[in-house]
Structures are given as structure tokens and as C-alpha cells.
């Protein structure tokens, strides 16, 4: 009987959420299962990925074979890197205590990269709320200046006709306009 580790789909339409799952290969997706290891959901971001480690690693011991996406997910979390390094135990080409600590100075490293992204996203998202708020604010301060001064200007007197009708001085005897000349 071949075993897969495999993704099952549950959730609603458009907003899919997925079981990881150890099936028989020969079962439909979101069928009969031998044993749930965890969950997937791609609709956040980082996509959250939750199983049991040591299941999934023991049953790739066992010759579980994943599909391409949950190879995916096991190599981002390392459960990949911990099979070859067990393998190479096995064989008799470094010691587990090494293997051990190899593996746990990989995970250090990619647990302090997940973490960096996940600030960096949340300090994304304030930089930009704040930068949206600074628009509305501007906005609203135009809005509100324009305001004033069409109130101003309603309640300045208004010129009267007379007085933009002035008529012009006249000129001067001695002065000649390139009209008179």
C-alpha cells in the first residue's frame, strides 16, 4: 500500500483551509485518512502552517511520500533537512549529536527569518495606516480652509458698482499720450 502525506480541503468557498493528512494513495482527497497531522492555511500571510513534527518525520522515516506542496511546507520547516541528516546517521557518516546540532542551528537561523518577515510586514502595514491617516488629514484640513474662506467672503462687504466704475484721472497738460501724437 503506497502512503501519501497529502493536503485535504476543508473550509468555504474561496477561503480554503487544508488538513495535512497521511492517506492511502489510492483514497480521494478529502476522503478516508489514516492520520491527521496537522493544518495549513495560505490565507494569512506568512501562510500559517501547523502539525505534529515528529509524526511527519517519523512516518517520511517509514516511506511516507509527500506531494509537492506538503514537500514544500516540510522542507520550510526543516523536516527534509532532519531526514537527511538522520540518514546520514544512519549510514555511519556523522553522529547524532552532530546531527542534532546541525539541525537545531538551521532552525535558530529560519525561526529568526519567519519572525524578521513577520515585523516587517506588521511595521509595512502601520507605516502604511499612518501615511493614509497623514492624506485624510490634509485633505480634511483643505476641505475646511476652502470653507472658511467662501464664509469670508459672504460676509465681507461687497464693492458697490459705483466704486468700480471710478472714472480715470485725466492727464496732464504737459503730458503728451502716443493717442494725442
Same mark, same amino acid.
Not at 10 to 21: F, H, L, M, S, T
Not at 72 to 85: D, E, N, P, T, V
Not at 142 to 148: D, G, S, T, V
Given at each position: 500500500?503506497?502512503?501519501?502525506?497529502?493536503?485535504?480541503?476543508?473550509?468555504?468557498?474561496?477561503?480554503?483551509?487544508?488538513?495535512?493528512?497521511?492517506?492511502?494513495?489510492?483514497?480521494?482527497?478529502?476522503?478516508?485518512?489514516?492520520?491527521?497531522?496537522?493544518?495549513?492555511?495560505?490565507?494569512?500571510n506568512?501562510?500559517?502552517?501547523?502539525?505534529?513534527?515528529?509524526?511527519?518525520?517519523?512516518?517520511?522515516?517509514?516511506?511516507?511520500?509527500?506531494?509537492?506542496?506538503?514537500?514544500?511546507?516540510?522542507?520550510?520547516?526543516? /523536516?527534509?533537512?532532519?531526514?537527511?541528516?538522520?540518514?546520514?546517521?544512519?549510514?555511519?557518516?556523522?553522529?547524532?549529536?552532530?546531527?542534532?546540532?546541525?539541525?537545531?542551528?538551521?532552525?535558530?537561523?529560519?525561526?529568526?527569518?519567519?519572525?524578521?518577515?513577520?515585523?516587517?510586514l506588521?511595521?509595512?502595514?502601520?507605516?502604511?495606516?499612518?501615511?493614509?491617516?497623514?492624506?485624510?488629514?490634509?485633505?480634511?484640513?483643505?476641505?475646511?480652509?476652502? /470653507?472658511?474662506?467662501r464664509?469670508?467672503?459672504?460676509?465681507?462687504?461687497?464693492p458697490?458698482?459705483?466704486?468700480?466704475?471710478?472714472?480715470?484721472?485725466?492727464?496732464?497738460?504737459?503730458?503728451?499720450?502716443?493717442?494725442?501724437?
Amino acid at each position: 500500500m503506497a502512503v501519501k502525506i497529502r493536503l485535504a480541503r476543508r473550509g468555504r468557498k474561496k477561503a480554503a483551509i487544508y488538513d495535512i493528512v497521511v492517506a492511502d494513495a489510492r483514497s480521494p482527497r478529502d476522503g478516508k485518512f489514516i492520520e491527521k497531522l496537522g493544518t495549513y492555511n495560505p490565507n494569512t500571510n506568512p501562510a500559517s502552517i501547523d502539525f505534529s513534527e515528529e509524526k511527519a518525520f517519523q512516518w517520511l522515516m517509514n516511506g511516507a511520500q509527500p506531494t509537492d506542496t506538503v514537500k514544500a511546507m516540510l522542507s520550510y520547516r526543516g /523536516i527534509l533537512y532532519k531526514k537527511h541528516l538522520q540518514i546520514g546517521v544512519v549510514k555511519g557518516a556523522i553522529t547524532q549529536e552532530t546531527a542534532d546540532a546541525r539541525f537545531e542551528e538551521w532552525k535558530k537561523e529560519k525561526d529568526a527569518k519567519i519572525e524578521s518577515k513577520r515585523t516587517t510586514l506588521g511595521s509595512e502595514k502601520d507605516a502604511k495606516r499612518k501615511a493614509a491617516l497623514d492624506a485624510e488629514t490634509k485633505v480634511k484640513e483643505a476641505r475646511a480652509e476652502a /470653507i472658511r474662506q467662501r464664509e469670508a467672503a459672504k460676509l465681507a462687504p461687497e464693492p458697490t458698482a459705483e466704486a468700480e466704475e471710478a472714472p480715470e484721472a485725466p492727464a496732464a497738460e504737459g503730458e503728451s499720450t502716443e493717442e494725442q501724437a
